[in-house]
């Protein structure tokens, strides 16, 4: 295999190399509840329950992230947000994730890099407790996923297209590994191959209790469905470049 044709691998952090739904997510959940209920308060008094939870999924729902609600609706300061959000203490006691990403990552042919919708100091710091910081050639966060500068997360389509400009790659040698569907759809929109991991999904939301069916479909925007990012390697055959 050529250096030019070698794929390109964009790598989702949360629900797809480590269980987020298990502890993290429940955490930055109840620290956003908290940072929203004073936001939506009268400046004494937080806001209700039910008027927090339904603006925290709401949000979530509709822009793909609460935190571009939260700017849009509520001008929050977003360096703050994702700061006092992403607060949940040390990692050891919330992550859960497999054995042998490190192999897995070495073993699999071409660049990867990481893409993910959390701030740089979580991530930076969750990649570096799961030890697989050095085989990621680039850290994009979502302080790095600007357009016009406006935060512009997965699925951004735009976001998408520049950062791929920006680092001189053809959207065909690129594999993006996702749990999160609308994020391979729109990558599949651009070209992409798309693997969707299934193993961390939770029935509803990403905090939900319930585990995915295990017949899930895979959508036609999926190229390849795994359980597990450590099936990869076996399904090299199927995402090979195909032009
Ligand atoms: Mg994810």
Redesign the pocket.
């Given at each position: 295999m050529t250096t030019t044709s070698s794929p390109v691998w964009l790598f989702?952090?949360?629900?797809?190399l480590h269980d987020a739904s298990h502890a993290i997510f429940p955490a930055i959940s109840a620290n956003m509840n908290t940072y929203i209920a004073r936001v939506l308060g009268d400046g004494t008094t937080p806001a209700a329950q039910e008027l927090v939870d339904a603006t925290r999924t709401g949000y979530w729902k509709r822009y793909g992230a609460t935190l571009l609600g939260m700017i849009r609706h509520h001008h929050v300061d977003p360096a703050d947000f994702l700061r006092r959000t992403h607060d949940i203490g040390a990692f050891q006691d919330l992550v859960r994730t497999e054995r042998g990403l490190s192999r897995l990552l070495r073993r699999l042919p071409g660049r990867k890099i990481l893409l993910t919708n959390a701030p740089t100091a979580y991530s930076t710091g969750l990649v570096k407790h799961i030890g697989l910081q050095r085989h990621f050639a680039h850290h994009i966060a979502i302080e790095d996923m600007r357009v016009h500068g406006q935060l512009r997360p997965k699925p951004s389509k735009l976001m998408l297209r520049r950062l791929l400009r920006r680092h001189g790659l053809a959207p065909g040698r690129c594999i993006l590994v996702?749990?999160?569907l609308v994020n391979l759809k729109h990558a599949k929109q651009l070209g992409l191959r798309t693997v969707w991991v299934t193993q961390y999904l939770r029935y509803g939301d990403p905090i939900g209790k319930a585990p995915l069916p295990r017949m899930v479909k895979r959508p036609a925007w999926v190229d390849v469905k795994v359980k597990s990012v450590l099936r990869l390697p076996a399904t090299m055959n199927r995402l090979r470049r195909q032009d």
């Open positions: 989702d952090l949360d629900n797809t996702e749990d999160t």
